[in-house]
């Protein structure tokens, strides 16, 4: 049985893939632009139609949609993604590139969310329908409300160009310029964890185990430590591993978009919001 589960759970994973992929290929066929325009874009260069006509036809981009699709994924199951238009070079060797600063990025982030949500979530249910309870709750309801990339640009402002705690533009991974894009991923992520965090340690303090524990005189830190965290663990890692799942996909939205080459403009265009609404008038 658990055999025909595993083949059946594979058999899923291949599907949700391939459906994943031609959907994704599909909002890259219909978006607006010109690979090759982009590909043969130099300066203010002008390339004529027939050249854009004869490299369109060697990269296979004249033909029809399905025929592009069957290419690329049998380029995919061979091991080769291809070209990146934008950057000029094979998609691997990008990807490669990128890993590093993810894999910090998404690691820090992570340590982080653990560090904020942990503590809050069981202090929030050890201390349950109480101020502190509502406290940390309300905290996390604002937190999950508040899309990533404003929780960023606030940051941005406060920290950066206001505080100048921390450099603002794009460069190289470090850890000063870590520290925002770190925030802004933990923020989002703790607010969520810590409130699963509450669920699973209250649902352990619910059992009979633990009242029996309280009533023979064991201090509540002992009970937590020894008996509901290592029970309420199972649960929470896999709640884990589906927040990295989210954390991967983030880190290319925040981390690239918001804190990278774009975020001279998008700060040039927010700045006079932010000095409007929070600079006290003279």
């Not at 929030?124 to 406290?135: K, Q, S, T």
Request: aromatic share 10%; net charge positive.
């Amino acid at each position: 049985m658990k055999g025909k589960e595993l083949v059946h759970r594979l058999l899923q994973m291949v599907i949700t893939l391939f459906g994943v992929s031609l959907l994704t290929f599909s909002l890259m066929f219909l978006s607006p632009g010109d690979p090759v325009e982009m590909l043969l874009e130099v300066a203010d260069t002008i390339v004529s139609e027939e050249t854009i006509a004869e490299t369109r036809a060697q990269l296979g981009l004249d033909k029809p949609f399905h025929v592009q699709y069957l290419r690329w994924l049998s380029g995919v199951l061979q091991g080769d993604m291809g070209m990146s238009y934008s950057a000029k070079m094979p998609v691997a060797d990008r990807l490669w590139q990128s890993l590093p600063g993810t894999m910090a990025l998404a690691a820090s982030a992570t340590v982080t969310m653990l560090l904020i949500s942990v503590p809050g979530g069981i202090l929030a249910a050890v201390y349950r329908n109480r101020p502190l309870d509502y406290l940390i709750r309300g905290i996390s309801f604002l937190g999950v409300s508040m899309p990533s990339f404003w929780v960023g640009l606030i940051l941005l402002y406060v920290l950066g160009l206001k505080l100048r705690l921390f450099p603002i533009a794009g460069g190289e991974v470090s850890f000063d310029r870590m520290v925002l894009p770190t925030l802004t991923l933990a923020i989002a992520m703790a607010a969520k964890y810590t409130r699963q965090v509450r669920t699973a340690v209250l649902e352990e303090l619910g059992q009979d185990y633990i009242t029996g524990a309280r009533t023979r005189g064991f201090p509540m830190y002992k009970i937590l430590w020894r008996h509901v965290l290592p029970n309420a663990c199972l649960p929470l890692i896999t709640l884990l591993g589906l927040q990295i799942g989210w954390l991967l996909g983030g880190v290319v939205g925040v981390g690239t978009v918001v804190f990278a080459l774009s975020i001279g403009p998008l700060v040039q265009f927010f700045l006079p919001y932010f000095q409007k609404w929070w600079m006290p008038k003279a």
